[in-house]
Antibody, heavy 119, light 107 residues
């Protein structure tokens, strides 16, 4: 079955850019919507944005000025870049797949990767 | 932005009993609502979408209802593995937003 794996640095300095990649295995990245969600320590879930395999995107307005999500279909990967990070960006970052019927209903998730923003 | 409010924050229920979790939207989201279960150290798991459609592989003891601004997740007979945090999520308006979660604990 389809599996997702997040990868990237676990520690990022303030004001720098957080970069994460999600690798899709066991299935194709085509024909689905792919999302990034984050969860600060001990808190709830925040949708960062999503990308369709064709490259169209939609970002949370609260993060839009700092977020870029891209896709590389040849590698079956999609990526997140979040610029000018602060301690408030410390969180577990998840990548996830939307269902075919309801792209915003996320039926496959990565295990999550913890990113800490600290000098 | 639509604000999703879940109640109660914590629910204590005995195994075998029924649990009823509530989610309220600050404005109508039609039936564009999903429920997720999250256990410590794990990613969320999709339970329900479209307010009442169970996701693939979800046991029948999980059911969702409601539309507009009021929604309910019911777990008919709690199993030990059901004790977790549950989140509702609206996807009617952008940005997609989640409730703050209800912690379901063993009584």
């Amino acid at each position: 079955q389809v599996q997702l794996q997040e990868s990237g640095p676990g520690l990022v300095k303030p004001s720098e850019t957080l970069s994460l990649t999600c690798t899709v295995s066991g299935g194709s990245i085509s024909s689905y919507y792919w999302s990034w969600i984050r969860q600060p320590p001990g808190k709830g879930l925040e949708w960062i944005g999503y990308i369709y395999y064709s490259g169209s995107t939609n970002y949370n307005p609260s993060l839009k000025s700092r977020v870029t999500i891209s896709v590389d279909t040849s590698k079956n990967q999609f990526s997140l870049k979040l610029s000018s990070v602060t301690a408030a960006d410390t969180a577990v970052y998840y990548c996830a797949r939307g269902t075919v019927v309801v792209p915003a209903a996320l039926d496959v998730w990565g295990k999550g990767t913890t990113v800490t923003v600290s000098s | 932005e639509i604000v999703m409010t879940q109640s109660p924050a914590t629910l204590s229920v005995s195994p075998g009993e029924r649990a009823t979790l509530s989610c309220r939207a600050s404005q109508s989201v039609s039936s564009n609502l999903a429920w997720y279960q999250q256990k410590p150290g794990q990613a969320p798991r999709l339970l329900i979408y479209g307010a009442s459609t169970r996701a693939t592989g979800i046991p029948a003891r999980f059911s969702g209802s409601g539309s507009g601004t009021e929604f309910t997740l019911t777990i008919s007979s709690l199993q030990s593995e059901d004790f977790a945090v549950y989140y509702c999520q609206q996807y009617n308006n952008w940005p997609i937003t989640f409730g703050q979660g209800t912690r379901l604990e063993i009584k």
